[in-house]
């Protein structure tokens, strides 16, 4: 069984709660998002396996997730990059905020969400039962096709993407 961290909105630990159980209560819980570009500028999206608990099918950034109890978040988030993308590689912490949605399944996605951003260019082994497919896709391109294809893309990304462009020089 996984749990989430509970926190409150300046990310002091509440508390531990099933993942699936903090997802039904859209309970504030702590989690990850990490934003890789190529040399190109082009951003390295990743489509979740149709398999997946929620969104499946759906694409996203390169990685998110939830770091484990007595876990440093940037440790989770390099743990998770080899677990779904087959890969590691320098990422640094660009900011944090709150953002609550709602998602398929009944399932309400309430996180404070920490942003990491990296450069890489090396070789992608996806893990098939967390990805289905992946691709680099110029910014602009990008955002022109989340604007007009919304429902192809996860709702934590849709935010999380006008965070980032917001918020750091690409």
């Not at 590689?89 to 998602?103: D, Q, R």
Request: hydrophobic share 35%.
């Amino acid at each position: 069984m996984e749990y989430v961290i509970l926190v409150d909105e300046k990310d002091n630990q509440l508390g531990l709660m099933e993942k699936m159980e903090a997802h039904e209560k859209g309970l504030l819980h702590r989690a990850f998002s990490v934003f890789l570009f190529n040399s190109k500028g082009e951003m390295l999206l990743q489509q979740r396996a149709f398999s997946k608990y929620h969104s499946g099918g759906l694409w996203t950034n390169a990685c998110c997730s939830h770091p484990r109890d007595g876990e440093q978040t940037i440790a989770a988030a390099h743990r998770r990059l080899k677990e779904e993308m087959g890969f590691d590689c320098e990422i640094k912490k660009a900011f944090h905020f709150i953002y609550k949605s709602a998602l398929d399944n009944n399932l309400t996605e309430h996180e404070l969400d920490h942003v990491f951003i990296g450069e890489y260019e090396g070789e992608i082994i996806p893990n098939p039962e967390e990805v289905e497919s992946y691709q680099y896709m110029p910014v602009s391109a990008l955002v022109k096709d989340v604007e007009n294809n919304p429902q192809n893309y996860t709702e934590w990304f849709k935010i999380c993407l006008e965070e980032v462009l917001n918020r750091v020089k690409i």
